[in-house]
């Protein structure tokens, strides 16, 4: 039986503005925005606290048993709890960015993972972005996105971030974390980052967020009006 809810899927590399244009498209079309990115991070952070050894999978299976990750909308953001605790702000250090590639290429992470974004995508309108939501999560999205940017843009954009946070980076050590990260990500045994056939890539290097909301909006009018 076909599905009831719409949902739409846009994976692309680090840094592309993903979730720039899913959390506008979620505003605009009152769909539930989710960060997967943010789901790898808390559980990367998680690991750390708890020094889990990467290369133990009985520790790794004990640890993700003890992880509980929840996402609580606000007005303009959306907050993420591990076990119960605000961890929006930490998730997005650079620590964090260093080791996030290397803990979601593990198997029985990305298996715990997957499965909760596939629950969270059962019966409501969803927007999800990350790396393989049109590929293993939802294959069967009704929209899926593929946005790309160039490598310059993307660390300009990352770097603004991080400074804007507070943290001393340079644009050499932001570049090198997306190569690292682009390089893991695509080339992972499981599920790695590639491009659905299905899907609609959307170059943002010269584009504002209003006009990539644009593309994206008329692109599910279509969609919607085909079902
Ligand atoms: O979107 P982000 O940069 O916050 O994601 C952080 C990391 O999580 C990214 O380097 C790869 C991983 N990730 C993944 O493997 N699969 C997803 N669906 C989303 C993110």
């Known amino acids: ?5 719409f949902i739409i899927a846009i994976d692309g590399f680090s840094s592309c503005g993903k979730s720039t244009v899913a959390k506008a498209v979620a505003k605009e079309l009152q769909f539930v925005f989710i960060d997967s990115g943010a789901m790898y991070r808390a559980v990367t952070l998680y690991f750390l606290r708890n020094q889990v050894d990467l290369g133990n999978t009985k520790d790794i299976e004990n640890a993700l048993a003890h992880i509980h990750i929840d996402f609580l909308p606000e007005a303009d953001k959306v907050r993420v709890l591990l076990n119960d605790e605000d961890v929006s702000e930490e998730i997005r250090m650079m620590r964090i ?4 590639s290397e803990v979601s290429a593990l198997k029985a992470v ?3 993972l997957v499965k909760q974004q596939q629950d969270l995508g059962k019966r409501r309108n969803i927007v999800m972005d990350g790396r393989d939501i049109g590929t293993t999560v939802f294959p069967d999205a009704d929209l899926k996105i593929f946005m790309t940017a160039s490598t310059d843009v993307r660390a300009e954009r990352r770097l603004a971030e991080l400074l804007h946070k507070g943290e001393s980076v340079t644009i ?7 190569a ?3 390089y893991i990500d695509s080339t992972r045994e499981e599920s790695p980052l590639r491009q659905a056939e299905d899907a609609l890539v959307i170059d943002n290097t010269h ?3 209003a006009e990539q909301l644009q593309i994206v909006l008329s692109e599910y009018a279509k969609r919607a009006g085909e079902r």
């Open 180 to 182: 690292h990260r682009d």
């Open 1 to 5: 039986m076909k599905r009831e809810n």
């Open 97 to 100: 960015s260093e080791k996030v």
């Open 207 to 209: 584009l504002t967020p």
């Open 172 to 178: 050499e050590e932001v570049k090198q974390n997306l």
């Open 110 to 112: 990305r298996q715990a």
